[in-house]
């Protein structure tokens, strides 16, 4: 299965997910040391058999089981995950059927969005036969009211299908995103349950939201399954099925890496990976440079970046030791990226890892253009150029061979970083699976909009000085006061009138 | 023009620019101190009255004359920039009233796309009516054949357009996708001259080809005018006027910041935004994080990213010594990142800096949703408690909000940034204005398409190991024959066949 003899040997082909990893990892083993890479490897056997592995939120690990159900430790588990593969599939079909639809709205953020961003991006226009077309899929992730508006303002509300996306159902940005597309839906006289989906835990808001008015489908997102792990769960699979994208063969390949990332060690990529990742920060912090070498896995970056930084950013090892630890990872595409920033990986610091991603054979016609050479041999030509000058520079790299960008694939290659990022995880003794500084985000937000309700409460027709204001609304923070005065009073319609003083600080605020 | 005093009040605010920075850099400047800083304006003052500041290629730069012609040293450098603004919008307007355009493919890498993309997602849909929709503006920025093709398949050649973006003309990935996309259109039976429009420098290869076929317009790249700070001109004035966006604005507005920028130290918010850079590199490597709360200023991050990486990521100082200076910029938006990365930002290291954008006013509707809130209100609240917990933590941050985004704050913006740059690069004593990485990244590249061109000549109907072949071929690097080989074999039709021996470092090669 694997090989690490001979001098262009690459080490890693796990059979089933033709992928490649040239990955020379023999020294980086060492710096965990074998017994330790061991361990990790007992601690994320146990995860798959059940055990409490995310302690803080006492909650199970499952991801793993979403592509091997027989794993789940109980039956019940099991039953529902194969009942939800089978649901994302003959809804998408029969909501294709129904509406034929021309567009999509997927409202999701986090981990309710990348994963599915990832997949349309990387293979949404393969099978332009069996579903949506990648561009007619949208995924509204914020909760900013011009990209709803782009969004709305550019579909056929009668043929839009859409897919909200949310674990606990009251996450803002997807539950406002919800109530401006409803809105547009209402507005427009079109019905909106035979034409919306959700995706979302047991009894949650949106749950009984979907129940109670009828939803053409609700599919589950169970407690076990992380935002950011979840692609291969329906999540990922329900898009993947109106997309016309073999939910299927997403598994197989993920299920493969599954199987290659719980060998021992030495024949283990995601064992080797972590251990990459873990050296690269031995004598100084590195931070890991995505650069896959091809405009489908454009966002791959953007999805490695959630899952290891949210993953792996924590304040407190699992002891409660204060460890502030983290693994920044950016990037984007080669050659644009050769442009732009590598001109920094080149010439600047040693304070990086490079991460290349090469896809073998392009999925399109790629004929000679000039001299012999198609424009993907020099998208190749440019990836190893690059290599090669950054290894003789003394930069670090490894890069993954993609053979074809294709569900299988795209599933093995997450399955990598899912469980690279597992094994990382437990080197450096942190909990992979919470995310503590997501939660407070969410209270600091809503602890804001409390303040602005307070502020507008109190305004009167009389223009007051922000502090003055803050002082009757029970605003302790003055300069949050201003500045949410400030916002208002720049809207016109927002009932908020601002008179500017000789100095900024001395504004006045009234209604108005 | 500029205020620092009272407690909530924002330290800069140019007139003109609708942009207000909330920068405390008093501590800051004692960095760098004033004296240097002193220096640093009288240097970019001295690069404004047309000194060679690209020392290493003898050019001036020259990209704050685009915005004021007047700024020019010669009068002839003054009226082709006066003459191309005219030639950007008349020559838009001939052509979408010819063609009525229902897409533009925009043919560039690096600062020949980035720009434009800018500008396009961040005004690209406001004034739908006069222009091309941002949706329909492609941007081919690669040399990947799959890209080509998802671009090529959803146009109707027939009515597009074609803006094909390199300063030396020479670009490969350009070139590539200049060839690819003739091809089509030849194929097609569709006349490309006239829908073929080329921004490049005078002379390039492709200055004489579009002479020579009588392309719809050649517009001008000038030496002095570096990629990354090209978008005021030609490069980003022929796609504004494409799309509907006036540049007119969007020149006043980098105009007015170029006004501001040029004031002295303690009221140049340029000169403090540098500072602020270089301290937050004092005790420590620290990343510039971009967070515009904002949709349509997504691509911002990686806009600076290209902008600052490639300019002050250098291996020498201008004196010669080797300085290894970087300043690492990634990002992407918020709130939707606070469901990513912003967990590491929170509760990881010290080791970034984190620049907030905010939008004031929306462009679009915004109604309250639920509990007197709008959908903005809760974007202003996640930067608002985004940037609290951050600020608590110990971890720097700055906030520059924008009114609105519309064409003047867009080029206030790039303006200011673009000036900053240039202040850092003094302070550090860089070249910001050429970029020897990229240069040999290309040259790399093309040794390697040599060594392909020379295996694949010898390949012979024996299959031989990729040694021999190399050997034979005289490339040096049998590794590298080994991946090149691997490669063309894997895809059908290359010509080249791959028979797997018991271990990879075993294979050999055929023609076939």
């Known amino acids: 299965m694997s090989s690490r003899h001979g001098r262009a040997s690459p080490l890693f082909s796990p059979a089933g997910t033709g992928i490649t990893l040239d990955l020379d990892c023999m020294d980086a083993l060492e710096v965990p040391g074998r017994q330790r890479l061991d361990e990790a490897l007992r601690a994320m056997a146990q995860l798959e058999a059940g055990a409490l592995a995310n302690l803080d939120e006492k909650r199970q690990v499952g991801h793993y089981w979403l592509r091997d159900p027989d794993l789940a430790p109980t039956d019940t588990q099991a039953e529902s995950i194969r009942e939800a593969v089978e649901r994302c599939e003959s809804t998408a079909r029969a909501l294709l059927r129904r509406f034929q639809p021309t567009a999509v709205l997927h409202l999701g953020i986090g981990g309710s969005a990348l994963g599915p961003r990832l997949l349309l991006e990387a293979l949404g226009d393969t099978r332009p036969d069996t579903g949506v077309p990648a561009r007619s899929y949208r995924v509204l992730d914020n ?23 949310s674990k606990s159902g009251g996450t803002v940005e997807t539950r406002n995103a919800l109530l401006t597309v409803r809105r547009a839906f209402d507005e427009a006289g079109v019905a909106f349950a035979a034409r919306a989906l959700a995706v979302t835990g047991d009894g949650s808001e949106l749950h009984r939201l979907a129940t109670r008015e009828g ?68 004598d ?16 791959l970056a953007r999805y490695l970046q959630q899952l290891i930084m949210e993953s792996v950013g924590k304040k407190r090892d699992r002891a409660g030791n204060v460890v502030r630890h983290g693994l920044t990872v950016y990037g984007n595409k080669g050659s644009t990226d050769q442009h732009a920033f590598v001109q920094q990986l080149r010439d600047g610091p040693d304070d990086f890892f490079c991460t290349f ?25 440019f990836l190893e150029g690059t290599r090669q000058a950054l290894e003789q520079d003394g930069k670090r790299t490894l890069t ?17 970083f899912e469980r690279a990022v597992g094994i990382y995880a437990e080197l450096v003794n942190i909990n992979a699976y919470h995310q503590p500084g997501v939660e407070a985000g969410k209270k600091a937000a809503a602890r804001v909009l409390d303040a602005q309700r307070a502020l507008v409460a109190v305004l009167g027709d009389v223009p007051e000085s922000a502090d003055s204001i803050a002082d009757k609304a029970g605003v302790g923070d003055p ?12 809207c016109p319609g927002r009932g908020v009138r601002r008179l500017a003083g000789d100095e900024p600080g001395e504004d006045l605020f009234g209604a108005g």
């Open 143 to 165: 909760t900013d009211p011009n990209g709803f508006c782009g969004h709305l303002a550019t579909v056929d509300l009668e043929r839009s299908l859409v897919v909200v996306v």
């Open 215 to 282: 939803w053409a489908a609700v599919l589950p997102l169970w407690d076990y399954v992380g935002g950011r792990t979840s692609v291969t769960g329906p999540v990922g699979l329900l898009p993947a099925a109106l997309l016309g994208i073999s939910g299927r063969e997403l598994l197989e390949g993920a299920s493969a890496m599954d199987a290659a990332t719980r060998l021992p060690v030495d024949d283990n990529p995601a064992a080797c990976l972590a251990a990459v990742w873990l050296a690269a920060q031995e």
């Open 284 to 299: 100084r912090p590195r931070a890991m440079v995505v650069l896959p070498y091809a405009d489908r896995l454009q966002s």
């Open 357 to 381: 991603v090469q896809v073998l054979c392009p999925g399109a016609a790629d004929p000679v253009l000039e001299n012999g050479v198609t424009a993907g041999d020099a998208l190749a030509g």
């Open 400 to 416: 993954i061979a993609v053979d074809r960008v294709n569900p299988r694939s795209l599933g093995a290659l997450i399955a990598l």
């Open 479 to 490: 300069g949050l006061a201003w500045r949410i005065l400030r916002r208002l009073a720049a």
